[in-house]
C-alpha cells in the first residue's frame, strides 16, 4: 500500500520486503494510488457516498506483527460511506435457498475504508514466526451494519460481495489465499430488548462455509450463556474449524485504545479525478446481468442468476447465444450438458474443450433438424473428448438426421405391414401403440430418421 513489494502467494517466506514494510526508522510511505481507484470503484458498485476528502491516520498497534507499533489506516474521514451489499438467491447456502426469510434482502454498509496489512503469525510449538511478505499489502475493509439476522444471511453476504468484486476485478477473492478474510461480530439479545447485546468478534475463519459454522455455533454458545444468568462481555474469540468450537483469544479494545491521529508523511486525498477516472471502469453489476439476461435473451430468472453467478460463465454463455437462433437453447446445454461434463472431469469454464461457436454450431445444427436432440447428445461427448467441431463429428459418423418425407413414408410402410397387432390396436383406440411403431421405425432407420416427422407421417398412414 505504501512501497513498491511484490505481493505474491506462496513466495518464500520475507522475500518480498523493503525498509518500509519493515517499518525501519526513516522510511517513508508513498500511497498505492491503485489501492486508492479500487477502493473508490467498490464504493461505486456498492452505491457508497464517496468522500471529497478523506485522509490516513496512525493505529497504535503493538504486536509483532507491524514492528514499527502502528498501522497507516483510516479513522474519521475514510473514503466511502453508507451503502449495501444486495443478496440474491444464488447467494444462500443450497439447502437455505428455498426457505429465504427476506427475499432480494440489502445489508446496509457503515464505511469502506483502505489500510495497510499487517504481517502473518504463524505459532508453532515453542515460538511464533512472522512472514513479513504480506505486511504492507493494500487491505481494503468493508463494515457492514448490524442488519445481518442469520448464518445463512452472512453466508449470502459474503458469497455476493465476493461477486461483485470479482465482477469490478477489484480481487480475485480466494479466502485461502487470504484475500478475502472476514471478522464477524455476533450480539444476542433477547427478543423483546433494542438494545443490542455485547458485541462479540470471531476471526481465523479460512472460507464463507466456515463463517456459517462459526456464527451457528456462537449463536448457541450465546443463547445458552444467557439462559443460564451469565453476563456477556466485548471479546475477540478465535475460531477452530476441526473441533467446531470458539475459542476466547482476548478482550476486545475500542477505539480509544489505539489513539489514533493523522498520519503526518501523507497528505489528505482529493478524490474528484480519481472518481473521474473510476467511472469508466464500472462494470455491468450482477443484478443488472440478470435481468438483461431474461430481456435480451429469454431465460428464465432462475436460469439468468446461475448464469450470472460466475463471471467466466456468463461470458462463455453471451459468446455462444449471440449468434443463437435460440439462446434458450444454449443456455440449456450450458447449464445441464456442459456444466455436467466439466465438472465430472473437474475442469473450470476457462478450460472448456468446446468454444462457445462450437456450442452454439451444435444447437443451430438441432434447431435447423440436421441432426436429432439424442443425435446431438453423441456429437455434443465427442466435442468434448475430442475439441472438434459438431460439424465435423456430423460429417465424419455420417449421423446426420433424415428428413425426406419421401423415405420416411416408405419405412412407416414398412413397419405397418410388419407389426398388424399394434397397428389394430392402435386403430381400436390404444394410443400408446403409435409409441412403439415410432420406435420401430427410428431403429429401422438407425436412429437417423426425424422423430416428429416419423410421428406425423405414422399417425396420417394409421388413419387412411
Known amino acids: 500500500m505504501f512501497c513498491g ?3 505474491e502467494f506462496g513466495a518464500a517466506p520475507n522475500s518480498h520486503t523493503c525498509p518500509t514494510c519493515l517499518g525501519l526508522p526513516g522510511a517513508l510511505p508513498v500511497m498505492n494510488h491503485e489501492a486508492l481507484r479500487l477502493t473508490v470503484l467498490t464504493g461505486l458498485m456498492l452505491g457508497c457516498d464517496i468522500a471529497p476528502l478523506s485522509k490516513f491516520d496512525r493505529k497504535s498497534y503493538f504486536y509483532p506483527d507491524m514492528p514499527k507499533n502502528y498501522q497507516i489506516s483510516q479513522y474519521d474521514l475514510p473514503l466511502c460511506a453508507n451503502g ?6 444464488l447467494a444462500y447456502p443450497k439447502d437455505a435457498q428455498k426457505k429465504i426469510a427476506t427475499p432480494e434482502k440489502e445489508v446496509p454498509l457503515v464505511r469502506i475504508h ?7 503469525s504463524f505459532h508453532l510449538e515453542n515460538n511464533t514466526a512472522i512472514d513479513f511478505n504480506r505486511a504492507g499489502t493494500p487491505l481494503m475493509e468493508i463494515v457492514s451494519q448490524p442488519e445481518i439476522n442469520s448464518p445463512e444471511e452472512a453466508f449470502a453476504f459474503l458469497t455476493a460481495l465476493k461477486q461483485i ?3 469490478g476485478a477489484v480481487s480475485d477473492a480466494d479466502m485461502e489465499k487470504g ?32 463463517v456459517r459454522r462459526a456464527l451457528t455455533y456462537e449463536v448457541e454458545r450465546q443463547t445458552e450463556a444467557l439462559a443460564r444468568g451469565e453476563k456477556l462481555e466485548q471479546e475477540t474469540r478465535g475460531w477452530d474449524d476441526g473441533a467446531g468450537k470458539t475459542f476466547l483469544m482476548r478482550t476486545k479494545e475500542s477505539a480509544h485504545d489505539y489513539r489514533y491521529f493523522a498520519e503526518p508523511d501523507l497528505v489528505p486525498v482529493k478524490t474528484e479525478s480519481l472518481l473521474e477516472e473510476v467511472r469508466a471502469r464500472l462494470p455491468e453489476l450482477p443484478r443488472a446481468k440478470r435481468a438483461r439476461f431474461v430481456e435480451q435473451y429469454g431465460v428464465s430468472v432462475y436460469d439468468a442468476a446461475v448464469l450470472a453467478h460466475d463471471l467466466a460463465l456468463a461470458a462463455f454463455f453471451e459468446a455462444a447465444a449471440k449468434g443463437a437462433r435460440k439462446p434458450k437453447s444454449v443456455a440449456n446445454w450450458i447449464l445441464n450438458d456442459l456444466q455436467s461434463a466439466l ?3 473437474g475442469r473450470a469454464i476457462g478450460d472448456c474443450p468446446i468454444s462457445p461457436a462450437a456450442l452454439d454450431e451444435l444447437v443451430n445444427l438441432i434447431e435447423s433438424g440436421k441432426i436429432s436432440g439424442k443425435q446431438a447428445k453423441e456429437v455434443f461427448s465427442e466435442m468434448f473428448a475430442s475439441g472438434k467441431s459438431a460439424a465435423a463429428i456430423v460429417s465424419e459418423k455420417g449421423i446426420e438426421q433424415l428428413n425426406d418425407p419421401t423415405e420416411i ?8 405391414a ?6 389394430a390396436d392402435f386403430r381400436g383406440g390404444n394410443s400408446a401403440s403409435l409409441n412403439f411403431l415410432k420406435g420401430q421405425v427410428l431403429k429401422l432407420s438407425k436412429g437417423k430418421a426425424n422423430p416428429a416427422l416419423v410421428g406425423e407421417i405414422l399417425e396420417r398412414q394409421l388413419k387412411t
Open 84 to 89: 449495501s451489499v444486495p443478496l440474491h438467491d
Open 165 to 167: 468484486l470479482i465482477y
Open 409 to 416: 413414408e416408405t419405412l412407416c410402410e414398412q413397419v405397418i
Open 418 to 423: 410388419a407389426n398388424p397387432k399394434p397397428v
Open 5 to 7: 513489494c511484490r505481493v
Open 343 to 345: 465438472a465430472g472431469a
Open 179 to 210: 484475500q478475502l478474510r472476514c471478522d464477524c461480530n455476533i450480539s444476542v439479545r433477547p427478543a423483546a430488548q433494542q438494545e443490542l447485546g455485547a458485541k462479540i468478534e470471531i476471526k481465523n475463519m479460512n472460507s464463507i462455509s466456515a
Open 114 to 120: 483502505l489500510e495497510e496489512d499487517v504481517a502473518k
